[in-house]
Each structure stands twice: as structure tokens, then as C-alpha cells.
């Protein structure tokens, strides 16, 4: 068994493309229409291959609420790997990212949370045991 599909839920679907493939440098890998919305993933540069992410529009009436309560308690709604976490915080501080958390220790990693402009945060992890 293996991850296909992760989504996260976006107040706009165009605005969220633009975000994920502008600023943090993911591909489209698939944008059907289907009536009001779009089946719209995108996939890392690195891993075109690999999970999916689907921008999933936050129609169920449970959506709001739970984004709201999420970001209140400032949890993250998905996690992304990165090499060098110093150099993407300043890379997407240029491009106009605003972060919640500044790069911090956390155990086995360091961390950074932003906030994607679509409702969500999203937390950015090196991993720095065995370094």
C-alpha cells in the first residue's frame, strides 16, 4: 500500500495553483475540470512521480470551521520536506511568503510554518538527526 493522494483544503482553487507552483515550486500534474471545480494536483520537481497533492475547494460545510480552528491553534495542515531549511525560509521570505514559526529546532528537525494564503499552514521540516 502506498500514498497516492494527500489533499489540502483551498478557498480557491486558481489562487492556490498559483501559490503552490509560483512560490514553492510545484508542478501541475493533473487539472481536469469538473463542473465548478478542478481534480488539480500538483506533485514536487523533485518527485514528479510521487504523492500527490490535491488543491481540494473547501465546499463541505465542515471546511470552514475546521480550517478556522486549525489555524487558531496554529496547526499546520500538511508537512513538506526540505534540504536546507534556512535557504527555503529565505527563498519564499523574498517571494513574499508570510511564516507563523521562523526556523526553530524540534527534536530531530528543524521547522517553519507559513501561511499558504488559502487557509491553511503548512509546515516546512529538515530533518537534522545523523547530519
Known sequence: MRIYVMSVLVDDQAKALD???EKLGFIVK???PMGAHRWLTVVSKEAPEGTELLLEPSEHPAAGPFKSALVNDGIPAASFQVDDLKKEFERLRQLGVEFTVEPMDAGTV?????DDTCGNL???VEMVEGK
Open 19 to 21: 501559490f503552490y507552483t
Open 30 to 32: 493533473h487539472d481536469i
Open 110 to 114: 528543524r521547522m517553519a510554518v507559513f
Open 122 to 124: 503548512i509546515q516546512l
